[in-house]
């Protein structure tokens, strides 16, 4: 059993940053791969980043290349999204889920684990 709390949401202007933490108790967190999915106001959850167990690969969606970053400190059980030159359309619920397997994924399929959220809003 993993359990995975969120934190770093908030309110922040376009164009801002917000670094949001997902740190997981449990243990073996080091051989699990890790994502980052996000929920807008009336949309369906969408993939965000991910990568794989070591942090050596990543994987993002178009829309967030080369302005967030994903990485891990295996040591501190924890997970983090670097999120820079924000837009009003990043606003949303933003979760970490972990999930068995090597790769990093787009699919929420292989995540088994979720956390329970927390709200980045981006205003114009």
């Known amino acids: 059993q993993v359990q995975l709390v969120e934190s770093g949401g908030g309110l922040v202007q376009a164009g801002g940053s917000l670094t949001l933490s997902c740190a997981a108790s449990g243990r073996l967190f080091s051989v699990y791969r890790m994502g980052w999915f996000r929920q807008g106001q009336g949309k369906e959850r969408e993939f965000v980043a991910a990568?794989?167990?070591?942090?050596?690969?990543?994987r993002y969606a178009d829309s967030v290349k080369g302005r967030f970053t994903i990485s891990r400190d295996n040591d501190k059980n924890t997970v983090y999204l670097q999120m820079n030159g924000l837009k009003p359309e990043d606003t949303g619920v933003y979760y970490c889920?972990?999930?068995?397997?090597?790769?990093?994924?787009?699919?929420?399929?292989?995540?088994?684990?979720w956390g329970q959220g927390t709200q980045v809003t981006v205003s114009s």
């Open positions: 889920a972990v999930g068995g397997g090597l790769w990093p994924s787009a699919n929420q399929d292989v995540y088994t684990y």
């Open positions: 990568l794989d167990s070591r942090g050596a690969n990543t």
